[in-house]
């Protein structure tokens, strides 16, 4: 997205392409925007691999019925669909402040949940160190390689 946008700049600096400013305007906002589309894609679907895997963990029976083939292709449908609205919305509105706090509100907030989601999974797979080391009668030495694991 920045190499195309900084080599689009450039070609029209140097004379290579001529057009007129307000296209110029347009095509770098088409650029920004799907700069800012692949961002909040990619967070986006950082966040739906962590419920994924939460699903995965604490569902682990009912994974199949719960994740189908049809939801899948649905959520990354939706996912790319929205991060295309908004990211458009984004762009146009640059300028606002409530465009800001809700782009910094959305980062934040998918921070936070993969960080919950994430560290509750990490304390279940301590539980299950735990549970298998207080199973075993001697002790073994290779507890804090299991951890590693955890």
Not at 25 to 45: A, E, N, Q, Y
Not at 98 to 119: A, S
Request: hydrophobic fraction near 55%.
């Amino acid at each position: 997205g920045n190499l195309a946008e900084m080599l689009f700049m450039l070609l029209l600096e140097h004379g290579v392409l001529v057009m007129r400013p307000s296209i110029v305007r347009h095509m770098d906002s088409v650029i920004d925007m799907l700069i800012c589309s692949s961002v909040v894609s990619s967070l986006s679907f950082l966040g739906v691999i962590a419920v994924d895997r939460y699903i995965t963990i604490f569902y682990a029976l009912r994974y199949h019925s719960m994740m189908t083939l049809q939801r899948a292709v649905v959520t990354m449908a939706s996912v790319w669909l929205a991060s295309t609205v908004s990211s458009t919305v984004l762009i146009t509105y640059y300028r606002s402040n409530t465009i800001l706090l809700c782009l910094i509100g959305f980062f934040l907030f998918m921070l936070v949940l993969m960080l919950v989601l994430y560290i509750h999974m990490f304390a279940l797979a301590r539980h299950h160190l735990h549970s298998i080391s207080s199973q075993q009668k001697p002790p073994t030495a290779h507890r804090g390689g299991s951890l590693k694991g955890a």
